[in-house]
């Protein structure tokens, strides 16, 4: 059983920036796709990025390109996530993911694919 920790969030001011983490442990799949998702209250759960932890490509939806950046550092099995310029909107809980993969993308974004999950950390961004 894969489990997933993040930390990071908090509550900034429009324009501001935020660093997730997500750590991963026990059971480790040899290849998988992480992802972060939000849900805001209200809304459907939706991708924000994924990794390959391979390969390290990525996918980021349209509406953080440009201003959040995921990384990983395979040697402590966690995943980061950069967020800049921060807007209101952006404002929800941040979940990580984990899923196995069998090659070396990730391209898809749908939270239903994804079958570990972390319990989510809150990012509240102000006007």
């Known amino acids: 059983q894969v489990q997933l920790v993040e930390s990071g969030g908090g509550s900034v001011q429009a324009g501001g920036s935020l660093r997730l983490s997500c750590a991963a442990s026990?059971?480790?799949?040899?290849?998988?796709?992480m992802g972060w998702f939000r849900q805001a209250p209200g809304k459907e759960r939706e991708g924000v990025v994924s990794?390959?932890?391979?390969?390290?490509?990525?996918y980021y939806a349209d509406s953080v390109k440009g201003r959040f950046t995921i990384s990983r550092d395979t040697r402590k099995n966690t995943v980061y996530l950069q967020m800049n310029n921060l807007k209101p909107e952006d404002t929800a809980m941040y979940y990580c993911?984990?899923?196995?993969?069998?090659?070396?993308?990730?391209?898809?974004?749908?939270?239903?694919?994804?079958?570990?999950w972390g319990q989510g950390t809150q990012v509240t961004v102000s006007s």
């Open positions: 026990g059971y480790m799949y040899s290849r998988y796709c």
């Open positions: 990794v390959n932890t391979i390969s390290g490509s990525t």
């Open positions: 993911a984990a899923i196995p993969s069998s090659g070396n993308y990730c391209p898809n974004l749908s939270p239903l694919i994804y079958v570990n």
